[in-house]
């Protein structure tokens, strides 16, 4: 094995994480591999011949990358607009592997990407690394060019605002799945008054472009026409985890065709993404259920 093949095995067994660690950063799939792509352009230019621990120097590069990024999305006061949402993570691994599910059953949640759009990209970044991948302060702080102890504080501040967005922020993806099943359960079994007690009154049904396109109404919203809806459909989905977390996918013949993803706040499901988009299926990882 020459020298080149070397190193790109040992980055292949970092890009998981890398991808992962991007993602949470940036909340887009597309630009989460731009970044890792650029973290392996600068391992093939560098002298690593003194490097000691790999993973944490990708780690650290990959966070430059993405705190430039962030920046210069924030000097041009860049808003996502239309049906640029926050993206659910996927690393790329295979979902089947046990290990793989693991994994994604910690993974953060559609609306908790949503609720880091509000940080710096300082407290982004502090926050990211070390609440989420146990990234020490102490390499945290150059990279933002702050002490250890301001980065520290920086991700103890995010720390506050993530959690004044209160449940929302879909931390706890093993009560998401428990509503979420049961709210499946129900409809399967035309349990009407099952499924309001399990919708937030007013809970928003919102269907991508490509969905339009194949019938689905753009936004439906209540309780009761959202419950109308899966009551009268719900034989055509099959649950599924969806990056590690409970939802449902519309798949005949085996292939899927869309997905519903589901927002979880104080035990109701406040909100439902259906996503058609054939680009946005293909990054999704999807683990069909039984049921």
């Known amino acids: 094995m020459d020298e080149g093949d070397w190193l790109a095995e040992r980055f292949e067994a970092h890009r998981p994480r890398l991808r992962a ?6 909340g887009s799939a597309a630009e989460a591999d731009d970044a890792v792509q650029e973290a392996w352009l600068r391992l093939c230019r560098s002298d690593t011949s003194g490097v000691e621990n790999m993973g944490g120097w990708l780690t650290t590069i990959v966070a430059r990358v993405c705190l430039d990024l962030l920046r210069t999305r924030r000097s041009r006061r860049e808003e996502l607009a239309g049906e640029h949402l926050p993206e659910p993570p996927s690393n790329g691994a295979d979902p089947a ?3 793989h599910q693991a994994l994604l059953a910690d993974s953060v949640g559609l609306a908790l990407l949503a609720v880091l759009d509000v940080l710096t990209p300082a407290e982004r970044l502090a926050f990211v690394l070390h609440d989420m991948f146990d990234v020490p302060f102490e390499q ?3 990279v933002i060019e702050r002490s250890p102890a301001a ?10 605002r993530v959690r004044a967005a209160g449940p929302a922020s879909g931390g706890d993806p093993v009560r998401q799945r428990e509503v979420v099943t049961a709210f499946l359960a129900a409809a399967r079994g035309g349990d009407f008054a099952a499924l309001l007690a399990l919708l937030d009154p007013d809970v928003a049904l919102r269907t991508d472009r490509e969905g339009v396109r194949m019938g689905a109404t753009e936004e439906i919203l209540g309780a009761q026409d959202v419950a109308s809806l ?3 459909y719900a034989q ?4 599924a985890l969806i990056n590690g977390l409970a939802g449902a996918v519309w798949a005949p013949g085996g292939r899927p065709r869309a997905v519903y993803l589901f927002t979880v706040a104080r035990g109701t499901i406040t909100a439902i993404q259906r996503i058609a988009n054939r680009d946005r299926l293909e990054e999704l990882d999807l ?5």
């Open 151 to 160: 980065a520290r504080q920086l991700a103890s501040r995010a720390r506050r």
């Open 97 to 99: 592997d046990p290990a």
């Open 21 to 26: 660690v991007a993602h949470r950063m940036l």
């Open 230 to 232: 899966f009551a009268q």
């Open 287 to 291: 683990v069909l259920l039984d049921g």
């Open 236 to 239: 055509g989905a099959r649950p």
């Open 140 to 142: 945290i702080g150059p």
